[in-house]
């Protein structure tokens, strides 16, 4: 499955979600690598990148991962919208 594919089923899911909810997608031109999507959901704040199943991240990706890890944040990458709603939950659910 295409990973626009994936990513855009997840934003989906987020969009139908009970909860207010956003799954932006950041463009930034001097940050290639960034995660796909940066997710707000009740007070919450992570990152997604989705790959394709058996793909892994590339140098700028794990290089924006380590950074993002280093200052407090979660980054998860996920190579199925299920997968990444599941995280969604647990993190919106988590107190």
Do not use: H
Not at 9 to 27: G, T
Not at 33 to 44: A, H, Q, S, V, Y
């Amino acid at each position: 499955m295409l990973e626009s594919k994936i990513e855009n089923d997840f934003v989906d899911l987020v969009q139908e979600y009970p909860l207010p909810a956003i799954a932006l997608k950041l463009i930034l031109f001097a940050g290639v690598g960034f995660p796909d999507r940066t997710i707000l959901c009740n007070g919450k704040i992570f990152f997604i990148e989705f790959k394709q199943p058996g793909k892994t991240l590339d140098p700028p990706q794990v290089k924006w991962k380590k950074l993002l890890t280093r200052l407090g944040f979660k980054v998860y990458v996920c190579t199925s919208s299920k997968q990444a709603f599941k995280i969604f939950l647990k993190e919106v659910d988590s107190s």
